[in-house]
């Protein structure tokens, strides 16, 4: 069978991991990236010879990429005629615009958290809903923050039912190296609820959810603790087997070393992982608790990466490589070595 | 009536609050304060030409204060001879060793929240448990999470009842001039059930509580967010009602400018407070949501000063100033300018 | 003598400060202040009672102001009617719309570090050239750092000649309870030489100066390290000498608990000082050091509030108060309570 | 010829980059790496299968490693035995315990930045006196400021002669991944002059140099600003021009995006490094002016990886590998893959 053809329009924090994840896949192609301008990390690819080829979103300002010496391969158009499936990780709204391009030639797209929902015609997770999108044109994905949520709530929600839940999402404010947002020795409340706990109840609509979040000054990873109500009676011990079953959820502790979200980011130093980047999230042990019949418990949110998975899981999915969501996230894990499928470099 | 002679051990963040707390109250009289070493808070009390008289708790170092001036009145144990009541204030530990002090002498002592529950016959909270403090020689008071936290679940559940609580505490790390501890770039979370959810049900035995602690590297005001479940119906609304009533919880709003903790601080300052201190609690309107028939929330709490009117209140509780809680708090009220009898400096 | 009038634009973080600094000058009247809606810092004027009379800038945002209640005394054109001088504090840009008004009605104007100094007649600082601004209609000061760092250029060029410094700005990047900039776990450098060189040429055009500034994610107090060469030869206890001996500068070392900046505020809020501003810069006796003939020193710019002392010399040289730099700020100096004049809150 | 067999002692953030930067020399092997407990760089070794041979410094804590896994090769005496050299990298203090080992087996020992200079019989820096270690048993290295900060001024002053340095050094306070140190909205300054200006004339002894260092709340990378007094006349184009030449340092700009430490960070992640590593220091092409005759510009210290080059070039120096700088620093820098033998992962 012959590779499913992939673009990625849009090479920032999300872009550059999505390419590095389809280039991953052993059953699809990346034909190409493309951006607007020479950024660092377009600059970063010409410093490693240009392992992806490069397209230009803007070609009247081809000046600037040849200025610093950027070989370009065509235009965006080239691109998009030249795949099966768009991922686009453009700023927010400019996805709306791309998609028009898409349905010229008749090419799928998929879309991330920033664009409006209306820009799809599912909103998709690769664990909790995937058969919603077998042969769908256009998906887009849930945030990072949303993503790894819906992991754990869809995990109990298999297991045990879960009839609601309460989050308190403590939100990491820029990416390490952004200069463009920060926040500087503040945390910043916005209304409730939390837009996160309204797209989890789209993709899960059985079950009820609200939450507030807050911004702290951080750049790495998300922390969110969440008060679930279950159907059916669940002990500690019971729900980090559960999680811990999970292959895109990590189990860890306080007393191995992980101490917050900044362990987690050393640790996947440590392994090795290209930037440092994981794309398990996170649960601690020692954070669950009951409250009442309640389980209430923290997980972490590597933001760079987490969603770069289920992105794969869409791939498959709206191409219809895979009809089940076991096997669909099976092989996006065995690829990305996850789980059982670890790689090391 | 003479005054009630009060005296504090520890001039630090605290007690140097304490100190002024009690200078404002017009039925006590503030004896002096107590310290080891010309910190710069007590190096601001030389400059400011020593409006509190100074006890030195550490004779053995007074060289180290005459050499910077600071005029000495005596002991700590001189202090104590002199009044009715000790406010402790010191580092966490030594007020055990200072309570044998305030035995020998017949003194009552207050303890802050750092110290062992077993230092104090009674763990006090001036509106929730006023009652347990009358006449009582040595009271412990809540820490600054948990005196904020008590009093809005306990206006909650004396008004509808609250059954359990499931908090998460977002924890600001250090105070603005501290260079002992601090977090750089890290959310770190400890292990549950957090401190201060077992000592609100030690106050308030009736309440299930448990919680989850993150640190982040603020240095203004912790935000707790709250699932109360209540015993009665309510609604967003009601519980607004309810909040905004308690003299010591301050009603705002992001619309209003309120975006997080730093805005509060902010305000602090305009109003011209001393030192930008706020002695209440803030509620945020626009944080109200259900979860079920669970009410979610955040609160913030001004790390610094919001034990304050508490510890005015164990005054008078030990001293048996006043006989039932609304007389008590309500007197401390007035005399901090708390609510209705706000002062302006 | 009739007391100077005088009236102030933009009630943010300076133009509230200036408004307090003038409502200290026993030779000035208040007549108000001016901004556009109901920020924080207009509804903390409004809880205190009104202290100072207000003036909407945007009468069509008359309705927001009305709708919290913030009573208003006429418009921005009726305050600058009635007042001798206008203090303008507003944002970036918006003073050289304001001086049309100033120069319709006659009224002096003096502009904050932010405008372009275009917008004035002479670019002002209270020790450095006050006699340049005796009359003159259109003054604008230096910015924060720029006034801070000629108080020690021009105290030690005044004693023993200065021909060259180089500066190195460590900035802070927020004041307390901004939310609109800020940074996270990162230092952000500027192109050299940063414009605080430039602008300590303007005024002090016999000195050469350059300099590199770098933001860093910290709200209080910029420090800055100096390395000035010196016509006469100095010691590093001459350099010290000469810069206690200045009202606006104080000298603190380490061992006394001057950690650094975080350390100034906190000792400046436990002295009372309102908002917990500090006028004064101060400068590490313990970094002073000689490389060669160079001497290198580091001082702490308190952002907020450095600027309000030369602010008020400048109304008194551009309404020609006093004739003499001595005079003039010895007499906002004593209404200040700066140095000598010490006031207690 | 056999390789030089080199073990590295202490795991920790310079240790684990030690060990990977012999594991890519092809003229060394990495015969073990030693620690006393299962850190999460341990842990990370595990879960990687075990790439190098781990011995315990602590066997009393054997239990400890047993009981996560840790498969131990031996005893750090063990590995002692079996090497040629060894890299200390232990906390400060211990490297001084380990050197009676490395006596009694006759082995070389290279310790770090943190260990007293009468550890060693030579304080060492790759460039500028690599000659000095040559057959010595006992070095010592700068510390990652003075390592990178010696690059830029050796460079210099082979060229056109440095006279002498005033330095500013803005100092990451915690590395991503600390929890046990950390500053929070806070800068903090050192007594004058720092060790860094110190340990630079024991280096580099003909030329005098001082400077002030300052603490920021960021983890990536310390920004130093360096007055340099030079013999010969330079211009910002000639010094751009040397330096660019240096195959350590990477010439930046902020057109680029290089806005400050994070864009370096970032950056490095971009290439596809390990761990975000770079081996470069960079200096900003935009920060280069003139004082008078002197100098200033700024560089870019990446912390936790800067040093490695110059160990390798340490262990080249006491082995006798090669008897030349350029000739050893040039071999380290192939296999490193530094400068124009860019590796890419």
């Known amino acids: 069978m012959s590779k499913v053809r992939v673009g990625v329009a849009g090479y920032g924090v999300i872009g550059l991991r999505l390419a590095d994840g389809v280039a991953l896949q052993g059953d699809m192609e990346l034909v190409g990236v493309a951006d607007v301008a020479p950024t660092l990390s377009v600059r970063a690819l010409r410093e490693k010879g240009m392992p992806y080829a490069f397209y230009t979103a803007a070609p009247e300002k081809h000046a600037d990429l040849d200025a610093v010496g950027i070989p370009i391969s065509g235009t965006?158009?080239?691109l998009v005629k030249n795949v099966d499936v768009m991922l686009d990780a453009t700023s927010a709204g400019?996805?709306?615009k791309n998609k028009e391009l898409y349905a010229k030639y008749g090419v799928k797209g998929i879309f991330q958290g920033g664009e409006k929902n209306s820009v799809a015609d599912v909103f998709f997770h690769g664990y909790a809903n995937y058969e919603k999108g077998l042969g769908v044109q256009f998906l887009k994905l849930t945030s990072c923050n949303t993503t790894g949520l819906i992991r754990a709530v869809d995990c109990l929600d298999r297991a045990v039912g879960v009839e609601k839940v309460?989050?308190?999402?403590?939100?990491?404010?820029a990416d390490p190296g952004d200069y463009h947002r920060g926040l500087t020795n503040a945390l910043q409340i916005d209304k409730a609820p939390s837009h996160q706990a309204l797209d989890l109840m789209t993709i899960m609509p059985h079950v009820e959810a609200t939450g507030i979040l807050v911004h702290t000054p951080v750049t790495h990873g998300h922390i969110i603790t969440v008060v679930a109500t279950?159907?059916?009676?669940?002990s500690p011990e019971s729900v980090c087997e559960l999680l811990s079953a999970h292959p895109r959820i990590r189990m860890v502790s306080i007393d191995e070393g992980f101490l917050g979200n900044a362990s987690l980011f050393r640790y996947a130093?440590?392994?090795?992982?290209?930037?440092?980047?994981?794309?398990?999230?996170?649960?601690?042990?020692?954070?669950?608790?009951?409250?009442g019949k309640d389980v209430m418990f923290a997980i972490n949110i590597p933001q760079e990466s987490v969603?770069?998975?289920e992105n794969m899981d869409a791939v498959r999915a709206c191409m219809r490589m895979q009809e089940g969501r076991i096997e669909a996230t099976d092989l996006t894990n065995k690829y990305l070595g996850i789980g059982k499928w670890r790689i090391f470099y």
């Open 166 to 173: 309460a989050i308190t999402i403590i939100r990491r404010v």
């Open 76 to 78: 965006l158009e080239d």
């Open 269 to 291: 130093r440590d392994l090795g992982n290209p930037r440092g980047d994981m794309y398990e999230i996170a649960a601690w042990r020692d954070s669950v608790v009951m409250s």
């Open 307 to 309: 969603v770069i998975p």
């Open 94 to 96: 400019v996805g709306a």
């Open 230 to 234: 279950p159907k059916k009676s669940v």
